[in-house]
């Protein structure tokens, strides 16, 4: 019972550099959900998928592009990393409204 | 403006103490509002769900009550533990299918022996 597995851990990058930061849930769940979190701020939605073959940007999307690749897999991309990227990323995953959403680990980023 | 304001933004008691934590939303038309507690370096882990017709929800020592008429929240936690030290954030979604969940911006606890 994996729930919600985020890959990298931890990650530091420099400047220009590019990756993508991986996610995966095992529940069946329709929603995924990329965010991040910075210190004194709330979760801020990145992107976020309702359904397979669907993503959306949410608040803070410049810098960053998405692919669900299947239902299981929400994947995030930084293609060129900056500073202001340096935060703590969350996937959350959820089956439909009002149920329990998984969060991940979490990835800690850090770009210098 | 946040559409979920939480208070405090950070609260020390004494272990065995209770303590309420305040949410207020302003997301419209309302779905569900959850409790979640996020432990440091760690995801939030959830503690209620709440939806538009139930006022109150027990889990183990935390109790959240619910008016959506004042659109108001809040998380009672009775005889805290020093485990009960961590964030606590109060997520509001919107009355539609997948529409992501509005955070905010949690109220750090730290329960002292």
């Known amino acids: 019972n994996a729930g919600v597995t985020q890959t990298p851990k931890f990650q530091v990058l420099k400047t220009g550099q590019s990756m993508t930061l991986q996610c995966a849930q095992d529940?069946?769940?329709?929603?995924m959900y990329w965010y991040r979190q910075d210190p004194g701020m709330g979760l801020r939605l990145i992107y976020y998928?309702?359904?397979?073959?669907?993503?959306d940007k949410g608040e803070v999307p410049n810098g960053y592009n998405v692919s669900r690749l299947n239902k299981r897999e929400f994947s995030l991309r930084l293609e060129s990393a900056a500073p202001s990227q340096t935060s703590v990323y969350f996937c959350?995953?959820?089956?439909?409204?009002?149920?329990?959403?998984?969060f991940g680990q979490g990835t800690r980023l850090t770009v210098v | 403006k946040n559409q979920v304001e939480q208070s405090p933004q950070s609260l020390i008691i004494l272990e065995g103490k209770n303590c309420t934590l305040q949410?207020?939303?302003?997301?419209?038309?309302?779905?569900?509002l959850r409790w979640y507690k996020q432990d440091t370096g760690r995801g939030p882990v959830s503690l209620t769900i709440?939806?538009?017709?139930?006022n109150t929800k027990s889990n183990g020592r935390y109790t959240a009550t619910l008016d959506a008429d004042t659109k108001q929240s809040s998380l009672h936690i009775t005889a805290s533990q020093l485990s009960d030290s961590a964030s606590y954030i109060c997520?509001?979604?919107?009355?539609?299918?997948?529409?992501?969940?509005?955070f905010g911006k949690g109220t750090r606890l730290s329960v002292i022996a």
């Open positions: 959350a995953s959820i089956k439909g409204p009002a149920t329990e959403a998984f």
């Open positions: 997520v509001v979604s919107k009355n539609s299918g997948n529409t992501p969940l509005v």
């Open positions: 949410c207020n939303y302003t997301v419209s038309p309302f779905s569900n």
């Open positions: 998928s309702a359904s397979e073959g669907t993503t």
């Open positions: 529940m069946n769940h329709n929603s």
């Open positions: 709440m939806t538009f017709s139930e």
